[in-house]
C-alpha cells in the first residue's frame, strides 16, 4: 500500500517510524511519503489560508496550494482504475471511521490523506478531486482537532494493521472489538496473561481448563457484558439473528430481551442496576 499525507506539519506524523506501521515501512509493505503543503505557496509568508467568504470567524485554507500538492502527488506515479488512488479527508464532519470502514480502506492500494488546519479546506477543492477519484470524509469522533494530523495516525495504524503481513499473526485481528463477523457490534472481552496470580488475583479457572469450547463460550459471554456494560446502544441496533442460543441465554441474565421487533433492549431493572 502506498500512503500519501499532505500536511503543514510534517514533523506530527513521525510517529509513521515507529511500531508496526514503521516495521511493515521497513520491510517494504508501506510506501509513505509526506509532503509538506507549504512548498506549493508561492508568496513570502507561504501563505496557506484567507478568510473566510461570508464573514465568521477562523481561517479556511486555500485552494491553490492545496490542488498543486495534490496534482504533484498524483503525478508521481498515478495509476488509474483498480489501482488508483483515494482522497481521506479528516473531518468532523465526515462520515465515522469504523472498523468495518478501516477494512474498506486497508483494501484500496493507495491513499491520499489531507489533514487539514483552521476551519478546514475550501470545499471546492473535494468537489474537484471527487471527480478524479474516490473521496472518503471520515470523522474519527465526535470532537474537534486542532488539526487532522492525530487523525491520519489512528487511520493509518487502523488500517495497516489489517494489511498481510504487518502482524505477527495474521488472525490476531480476527477477535478484536468491531470485527466483521461474529464480533461486528461487540468489544473484546478482558484478556489475561501470567502469573496466574498476582496479589491475591486469579485468572478466571476457564482460562486454564484447556477445553476450547468453554473458553470461546466464556469469551463470547464476556464481550456480550462489556458491550451491555460500556456500549449498550452496539447490542440495540444488532440484527437478533447475530445472536445465538447462547447468547440470548447471556442477555437474559444480564437483563436484556427481545422487543416487539425482535432485538434486544434493556429491561426496566437492567437499566436501573
Do not use: C
Request: proline share 9%; aromatic share 8%; glycine share 10%.
Amino acid at each position: 500500500m502506498r500512503l500519501d499525507v499532505v500536511t503543514i506539519f510534517p514533523e506530527y506524523l513521525e510517529p509513521l517510524n515507529v511500531s508496526l506501521v514503521g516495521k511493515a515501512r521497513a520491510r517494504g509493505q508501506l510506501d509513505v511519503h509526506v509532503r509538506d503543503l507549504r512548498q506549493w505557496t508561492y508568496d513570502r509568508h507561504n501563505t496557506v489560508d484567507d478568510t473566510p467568504y461570508g464573514g465568521g470567524p477562523g481561517m479556511v485554507m486555500k485552494t491553490e496550494p492545496w490542488g498543486d500538492a495534490l496534482d504533484d502527488a498524483l503525478a508521481d506515479g498515478y495509476e488509474g482504475g483498480a489501482h488508483g488512488p483515494a482522497l481521506v479527508v479528516p473531518t468532523p464532519s465526515g462520515r465515522p471511521f469504523t472498523q468495518e470502514l478501516a477494512v474498506e480502506l486497508s483494501e484500496r492500494p493507495w491513499l491520499i490523506f489531507t489533514p487539514a488546519r483552521y476551519e478546514g479546506i475550501d470545499r471546492r477543492v473535494m468537489d474537484e478531486y471527487a471527480t478524479r477519484m474516490p473521496v472518503y470524509e471520515v470523522s474519527i469522533g465526535d470532537y474537534v482537532l486542532a488539526g487532522g494530523e492525530a487523525a491520519v495516525l489512528v487511520i493509518t495504524e487502523a488500517v495497516a494493521r489489517l494489511l498481510p503481513g504487518v502482524l505477527g499473526n495474521a488472525a490476531s485481528h480476527q477477535d478484536d472489538s468491531f470485527a466483521p463477523g461474529a464480533m461486528a457490534n461487540l468489544l473484546e472481552g478482558p484478556v489475561y496473561t501470567k502469573p496466574p496470580e498476582w496479589r491475591g488475583r486469579d485468572i478466571p479457572d476457564v482460562l486454564l481448563s484447556g477445553h476450547h469450547g468453554k473458553i470461546a463460550r466464556w469469551r463470547r459471554d464476556e464481550a456480550l457484558r462489556r458491550t451491555v456494560r460500556n456500549r449498550p446502544d452496539l447490542i440495540e441496533r444488532t440484527d437478533p439473528a447475530a445472536f445465538d442460543k447462547k447468547d440470548r441465554e447471556m442477555l437474559s441474565i444480564l437483563g436484556w430481551k427481545p422487543g416487539p421487533d425482535g432485538r434486544f433492549g434493556p429491561t426496566p431493572d437492567a437499566v436501573e442496576q
